[in-house]
């Protein structure tokens, strides 16, 4: 039979690809040529063929799955699916909805996966002839178990089976071996091509757990191990095939495990957490898990119905378009703004349709090529010019599903908190969807919503339009309730208020990275209130800290006090600079931009530029040097450390100037008064310490080390460093206390003097009754640990390994492994358990606005800290955190004592 291309050019005139799918159409009318006499069946070949190359091509060697139904072809998986992806199309050609087609698609699934079970279960019988007696179900999760699976998408699913008391052990052998010859059956590639890709890591323990378990098992599970995303996951369980009796106790049972135990707050924030790191990894081009795109609307809705759906069984619903109409139906989202985020939802799942069907690839990616864009564009309909139709109409769809997902969730808690008598919240709804965010005070957020929106001015019209967004960006920091107290106090403070809620209003950047700071600590808020000049550098798009060295910031002081003559602006300035420089630093470490050894390096350098600059606002002569001492030797200051430093002076004609200047000093670093905090000097590492003179000259130093120094002592100049000051006293001091620590190696006796000093820190320093397990200082496996265990290794070794000869703990460790002094492990276990105690320590006074060494114990706390460290649940951190001491404790104690 001859086939007319004008015939196959008119039926491919109307589709996506009319030239692409003209050529594809001719292999299949070649292999069937019955198909051309059949105008149904031509315009059907036609879609096909326009819509998919790679359905086109299984047409050319099988054209009879264009004309038959799909249960046709259960026997063959992989052409069964293509027979299901044929009709498919062939019904959204006549105009059937997304959510109807997917449904259909979803049950033809359903059909086809009872089938190959009950062949799998006759299969493996020869083998196991218990698997007659055994009770399974398959449960569909994911857009399969929703009933509105992609049209080429893994099929999500677990199993669960019943034994017999007494024959778990032979039901669990059997229950893997019927499920393994399932897999194998819907996935194997066979000469017919691939079918479905079967995924079961939504099943307890992922890829190592077992690939199927008991009702009671799942249950245990879930209750004492269970995720939050697990626990979410299980709103789209649906059983499918198999014993349909466990399937529906094993529905109530992910009903039990949801809505009655339910999702706490720390729960639903975890959630959100893996949604926006899901978000950063995501490419632009990503329709499903970028920004607006699917998964933002899907869990949205899922978040709803797990906040609502314990009070209200109606939200109990699978599918993501019925749960939107349910959820606007029972006036939790608008009616209006339900039908446009259906509208938004139907387009972007038909637009992830026509990228995956082209070749049936699993992917989510909207092509570059113009020419891809443009017969997709076709395929929706869209104009005249649908590639460039196709882009505008996604950047719409996009940035409309944000805006909703801000309108859905967050607008009407507001409404209903400030009395709007259009609030479809009641308080007690409201309260609900605040205490999913993170939010725990309540009246006090209703407080704050009052001040900051109150009134009939442009600012609270303007704020009654932004507070949406920063409820939201506050909901996913360490303490939201904190955040939004910081941000009531900072509008409240800031003189120009009207430019901070435009910044707010007009740059998302800048409010977003502005809540994250309020949000993580009181000291940031106290320091944002103090210079709201700061807050326009978050919305540069790099930001820049401006945050030099020790000699460039030294530089930028002096050149600030010489501006400045008179003395108490001098201190003025001094403590401004010593601010600022922290802010900006603390702002850098929380928002990710810095890691913590740049930040203990950086508050150092802080330091060394504010004593330097105090000296140089006196008018110093060259006669007194200033040697850091402690943290701040080893250039490994916190937010909130004092500096422990010595002075020195050259000669004994010197004595009362440089201790007059010491004084001096002290004055205007760290003594009270209206220009606020600066450090606190602490002298007391000095030889006779209290008792001894402020000041000592070199050759006082000389003789005192040389006669009297204690262990102790020795211990503390390993982190000796100059810091400020005339440079030839500093260089002197430097070549006196040399030969005393590097001289000789200790002897036993000054060793064993050393381990009962931390012994005795141990047992005198943690208060009676505390848990030493959790002083991040001195308990077992805490910075004291590695501290003490460096510096005596350093001590042990340093007269023969001058490399060693260093004060910040982690080079010195480098070098101690370098030298091979310590081994690769232990170096290895030391170096990440000091880096993880101090980020957590430098975390917690920054949450504090001061100093303490305890992990918290209270629950809110510990989630505050866990949130703020980039953990989704609280028990990650302790558990990481009781690791590092553990393995710390066990190199110490191994090494110390050697």
């Given at each position: 039979?001859?086939i007319s291309?004008?015939?196959i ?6 589709t996506?690809?009319?030239e692409?799918?003209?050529a594809r159409?001719?292999p299949?009318l070649?292999?069937d ?15 096909v063929?326009?819509?998919s190359?790679?359905l ?7 054209p ?5 139904e799909?249960?046709s072809?259960?026997?063959s998986?992989?052409l069964s699916?293509?027979a ?5 199309l062939?019904?959204?050609?006549n105009?059937?909805?997304?959510a109807e ?11 086809l996966?009872?089938d190959?079970?009950?062949e ?11 698997v007659?007696?055994?009770?399974l179900?398959?449960v569909?999760m ?11 998408s893994d ?6 089976h019943e034994?017999p ?7 669990r052998?059997?229950?893997f071996?019927?499920v393994g010859?399932l897999?194998a ?5 066979t000469v017919?091509g ?15 757990g077992p690939?199927s378990r008991?009702?009671d098992s799942y249950?245990s599970y879930?209750e004492?191990w269970?995720?939050p ?7 789209k ?5 198999g014993?349909?009796?466990?399937g529906?106790?094993?529905r ?5 495990v949801v809505?009655e ?6 729960a639903?924030?975890?959630i959100r ?7 950063e990894?995501?490419?632009p ?5 970028s920004?607006?795109g699917?998964r933002?609307?899907?869990?949205a809705?899922q978040?709803l ?5 314990r009070?209200d ?5 699978l599918?993501?378009?019925?749960a939107i109409a349910?959820l606007?139906?029972h006036?939790y ?20 349709h026509?990228?995956?069907?082209w ?8 092509p570059?090529?113009?020419a ?18 196709l882009?505008?109409r996604?950047?719409v769809?996009?940035r409309e ?5 801000e309108?859905l969730?967050?607008r009407p ?16 709804e409201?309260?609900i969807?605040?205490?999913a965010?993170g939010?725990r005070?309540?009246?006090a957020a209703?407080?704050a ?8 001015s442009?600012?609270s ?5 932004v507070?949406?967004?920063?409820l ?6 360490p303490?939201?309730?904190?955040g939004?107290?910081q941000?009531?106090?900072?509008l409240?403070n ?7 809620v ?6 998302p950047?800048a409010?977003e ?8 600590g009181r000291?940031?808020g106290?320091?944002?209130?103090r210079?709201?000049?700061?807050i326009?550098r978050l ?6 800290w401006?945050?030099?060295d020790?000699a460039?910031?030294t530089a930028?002081?002096?050149a600030?006090?010489d501006?400045r003559?008179?003395?108490d ?7 401004r ?8 630093i603390a702002a850098?470490?929380v928002?990710?931009e810095a ?9 150092s350098d ?6 330097a600059?105090?000296l140089?606002a ?8 200033v ?6 030797g ?5 937010y909130g450390s004092d ?6 002076y ?12 010491a ?11 209206r220009?606020g905090?600066?450090?606190h000097?602490?002298?007391?590492l000095r030889?006779?310490g209290?008792r001894g ?6 050759e006082?130093?000389r003789?005192y ?15 000796a ?5 005339d ?6 001091f430097?070549?006196v ?11 036993q006796?000054v060793?064993?003097?050393i ?10 320093r ?6 030493p ?9 805490g910075?004291?640990?590695?501290e ?5 290794l350093q ?12 004060t910040?703990?982690?080079?010195a460790?480098?070098?101690l ?8 492990e ?12 101090t ?8 949450q504090?606005g ?22 989704d ?9 009781r690791r ?15």
């Amino acid at each position: 039979m001859v086939i007319s291309s004008d015939r196959i050019r008119a039926a491919a005139a109307a589709t996506a690809d009319p030239e692409g799918a003209s050529a594809r159409m001719i292999p299949v009318l070649e292999a069937d040529p019955g198909i051309a006499g059949d105008p149904a069946l031509l315009a059907r070949l036609a879609h096909v063929c326009g819509m998919s190359r790679a359905l086109a091509r299984a047409l050319a060697t099988r054209p009879e799955l264009l004309a038959t139904e799909p249960d046709s072809w259960r026997e063959s998986v992989p052409l069964s699916m293509r027979a299901m992806l044929v009709a498919v199309l062939g019904d959204e050609m006549n105009g059937l909805d997304v959510a109807e087609t997917t449904r259909r698609l979803s049950g033809q699934i359903d059909i086809l996966v009872t089938d190959r079970l009950v062949e799998a279960r006759r299969h493996v019988s020869e083998r196991h002839p218990a698997v007659t007696d055994l009770r399974l179900a398959l449960v569909a999760m994911g857009k399969w178990g929703a009933g509105e699976i992609n049209y080429y998408s893994d099929l999500d699913m677990i199993f669960v089976h019943e034994a017999p008391p007494g024959e778990e052990n032979e039901a669990r052998t059997v229950a893997f071996a019927l499920v393994g010859r399932l897999i194998a059956d819907l996935s194997t590639t066979t000469v017919e091509g691939t079918a479905f890709k079967v995924d079961l890591d939504l099943r307890p323990e992922g890829a190592i757990g077992p690939l199927s378990r008991s009702l009671d098992s799942y249950r245990s599970y879930y209750e004492r191990w269970g995720e939050p995303w697990e626990l979410q996951a299980l709103l789209k369980a649906r059983p499918v095939a198999g014993d349909p009796d466990l399937g529906v106790r094993f529905r109530g049972m992910a009903d039990e495990v949801v809505w009655e135990r339910g999702l706490d707050a720390e729960a639903l924030r975890s959630i959100r957490v893996l949604k926006a790191r899901a978000e950063e990894e995501a490419s632009p081009r990503d329709i499903k898990r970028s920004a607006g795109g699917i998964r933002d609307i899907e869990f949205a809705v899922q978040l709803l119905q797990l906040v609502h759906g314990r009070l209200d069984p109606d939200l109990r619903v699978l599918p993501t378009l019925e749960a939107i109409a349910v959820l606007g139906e029972h006036g939790y989202i608008e009616e209006t703004e339900a039908a446009r985020l259906s509208d938004a939802y139907r387009f972007l799942r038909n637009l992830e349709h026509r990228v995956q069907i082209w070749d049936l690839t699993q992917t989510h990616l909207v092509p570059d090529a113009h020419a891809d864009k443009e017969r997709i564009g076709r395929s929706l309909g869209l104009g005249t010019d649908p590639g460039v139709e196709l882009d505008r109409r996604l950047a719409v769809v996009r940035r409309e599903v944000r805006d909703l997902h801000e309108r859905l969730y967050f607008r009407p808690i507001l409404d209903s908190l400030a009395g709007s008598t259009t609030a479809r919240l009641g308080p007690a709804e409201a309260t609900i969807r605040l205490e999913a965010l993170g939010f725990r005070d309540v009246t006090a957020a209703t407080r704050a919503f009052e001040d900051m929106t109150g009134g009939l001015s442009r600012r609270s019209r303007a704020m009654q339009q932004v507070l949406p967004l920063i409820l939201d960006w506050l909901s996913q920091t360490p303490d939201p309730d904190l955040g939004l107290s910081q941000m009531r106090v900072l509008l409240a403070n800031t003189t120009d208020h009207g430019a901070l809620v435009t910044l707010l209003q007009g740059n998302p950047v800048a409010g977003e990275r502005l809540c994250r700071l309020l949000g993580t600590g009181r000291l940031l808020g106290d320091l944002i209130d103090r210079i709201p000049e700061f807050i326009p550098r978050l919305a540069e798009d790099d930001p820049t800290w401006d945050i030099r060295d020790a000699a460039g910031a030294t530089a930028r002081l002096v050149a600030l006090l010489d501006s400045r003559p008179h003395p108490d602006a001098r201190v003025g300035t001094i403590r401004r600079f010593i601010r600022r420089r922290k802010l900006r630093i603390a702002a850098r470490d929380v928002l990710e931009e810095a890691d913590t050894e740049t930040t203990l390096e950086a508050l150092s350098d802080s330091a060394d530029a504010a004593v330097a600059g105090g000296l140089h606002a006196l008018g110093a002569p060259s006669v007194l040097g200033v040697v850091a001492m402690g943290k701040w030797g080893g250039r490994e200051l916190s937010y909130g450390s004092d500096l422990d430093l010595m002075y020195v002076y050259p000669g004994e004609t010197e004595r009362e100037t440089a201790g007059r200047m010491a004084t001096e000093l002290e004055r205007v670093i760290s003594e009270p008064g209206r220009h606020g905090d600066g450090y606190h000097l602490d002298s007391e590492l000095r030889p006779e310490g209290r008792r001894g003179p402020l000041a000592r000259s070199v050759e006082s130093y000389r003789r005192y080390y040389r006669e009297w120094a204690e262990p102790w002592e020795l211990l503390a100049l390993v982190k000796a460093r100059p810091a400020a000051g005339d440079p030839a006293v500093l260089n002197s001091f430097t070549e006196v206390i040399g030969p005393v620590l590097w001289g000789r190696v200790p002897d036993q006796g000054v060793l064993r003097e050393i381990r009962a000093i931390k012994a005795r820190v141990e047992a005198e320093r943690i208060p009676f009754g505390q848990d030493p397990g959790f002083h991040l200082k001195l308990g077992p496996g805490g910075l004291s640990d590695i501290e003490f265990l460096t510096q005596l290794l350093q001590l042990r070794h340093g007269s023969l390994v001058p490399e060693v000869r260093v004060t910040p703990t982690l080079p010195a460790l480098k070098a101690l492994r370098d030298a091979e002094r310590l081994d690769s492990e232990s170096h290895q276990t030391l170096h990440e358990s000091y880096l993880f105690l101090t980020k957590v320590r430098l975390r917690l006074h920054l949450q504090r606005g001061q100093t303490t060494d305890w992990f918290p114990q209270h629950p809110d706390q510990r989630s505050s800290l866990a949130t703020s460290l980039g953990y989704d649940r609280q028990g990650d951190l302790v558990e990481e955190y009781r690791r590092h001491a553990r393995r710390t404790r066990r190199v110490f104690e191994a090494l110390f004592y050697d």
